[in-house]
C-alpha cells in the first residue's frame, strides 16, 4: 500500500437520527458530497444512534449500512470509519469497520462495554486488538468506552502504531473527562489521537455537544483545516511524529504488560 507521510482526517460530528438508518445515510449523503479526505471518521453507532434497541437497528455483518460505507469510499476515494450495531450468531456487537477505497476491510468489535448505560446487558464483547495499516500508517480503532482503559490501547513494541480513531457517544455531562482522556492517551502512546463525537440529544434525552478533537504526538491540539461546524477536517504528518519520537524516545522507558 502506498506510503504517505501527511493524511488528512475528517471528524464527522452531526445530530444523528435516532434508529433510522437510511436517514442517516441520506443526511451523510448530502453532507459528504464532493468531500475531499483521505479518512472519515463517523461517531459511533452513526446509523442509529447509542441504542439499546437492538431488535429494531441490529444489522447482519456486511449490512445495508455496511454496503453504503463501501459505495462511499469507492465514490470519494477516501477510507470511511464508524460502528454499526451488528447481529452475528445470535450476539450482538458494537462493530468497528473501516472500510478502504479499494476494497479491503479491518472490524474492530467494542472491548469494553459501557455497564452504566446498559450496553454489557445487550451486546458482546470483542477479544482481538487490531491495528489497521493504511497508506504506510498503522491505526488503532477503539470505541468511546474503550477510551479509558489505558492498557488496552497501549502502543507497544510487538504490535506499534501510529494513529488512535476513536468514535463516541459521549455525552455532554462528561465532556471534560472525554477531552483530558483523548489527550491523555495521546501523550502516553506518543501517537496522533483523533476523536470523534456526536452532538444533539438522543432517544434517551442524553445532550452530546461533540467536541470532536485532534490531538498530536505531544498531545497538543492539531489545527483545523476547515471550519465546517459538523466537518473538522484536519492533516497530520507522519514525519514530524517521527522527529518528536526519535528526539524525546519517552516511549523506550514503557512499561510492558501481558492479558492474561
Known amino acids: 500500500m502506498e506510503n504517505q507521510n501527511k493524511l488528512k482526517i475528517s471528524l464527522i460530528q452531526y445530530d444523528i437520527i435516532w434508529e433510522d438508518a437510511e436517514a442517516n445515510q441520506n443526511y451523510l449523503d448530502e453532507l459528504l458530497k464532493d468531500h475531499k479526505t483521505d479518512i472519515i471518521l463517523l461517531p459511533e453507532m452513526f446509523a442509529s444512534g447509542f441504542s439499546m434497541n437492538v431488535e429494531k437497528i441490529a444489522q447482519k455483518p456486511f449490512g445495508k449500512t455496511f454496503v453504503w460505507m463501501q459505495n462511499k469510499a469507492k465514490e470519494l476515494d477516501t477510507a ?12 450482538f456487537y458494537n462493530r468497528f469497520y473501516f472500510v478502504n477505497p479499494n476494497g479491503s476491510i479491518f472490524i474492530y468489535d467494542k472491548k469494553h462495554l459501557f455497564g452504566y ?15 489497521i495499516d493504511y497508506k504506510g500508517w498503522q491505526i488503532r480503532p477503539i470505541v468511546c468506552y474503550d477510551l479509558r482503559f489505558p492498557v488496552w490501547i497501549r502502543n507497544t513494541d510487538e504490535d506499534p502504531y501510529d494513529l488512535i480513531l476513536c468514535n463516541a457517544s459521549w455525552p455532554k455531562a462528561r465532556r ?14 506518543m501517537a496522533f489521537v483523533a476523536g470523534v463525537n456526536r452532538i444533539g440529544t438522543d432517544g434517551y434525552n442524553l445532550d452530546y455537544q461533540g467536541d470532536s478533537h485532534l490531538f498530536n504526538t505531544l498531545g497538543e ?23 518528536t519520537r526519535n528526539h524525546f524516545n519517552f516511549l523506550n522507558d514503557r512499561d510492558s504488560f501481558y492479558f492474561g
Request: overall charge negative; proline content about 2%.
Open 80 to 91: 470511511i470509519a464508524g460502528s454499526i450495531s451488528t447481529k452475528e450468531n445470535d450476539k
Open 117 to 131: 448505560g446498559k450496553e454489557a446487558e445487550v451486546y458482546s464483547a470483542g477479544d482481538d486488538i487490531v491495528t
Open 176 to 189: 471534560e473527562a472525554w477531552i483530558s482522556l483523548l489527550k491523555a492517551r495521546s501523550i502516553e502512546n
Open 221 to 243: 491540539d492539531i489545527k483545523m483545516i476547515n471550519q465546517h461546524p459538523e466537518i473538522l477536517q484536519f492533516e497530520i504528518d507522519k514525519e514530524e511524529q517521527d522527529k
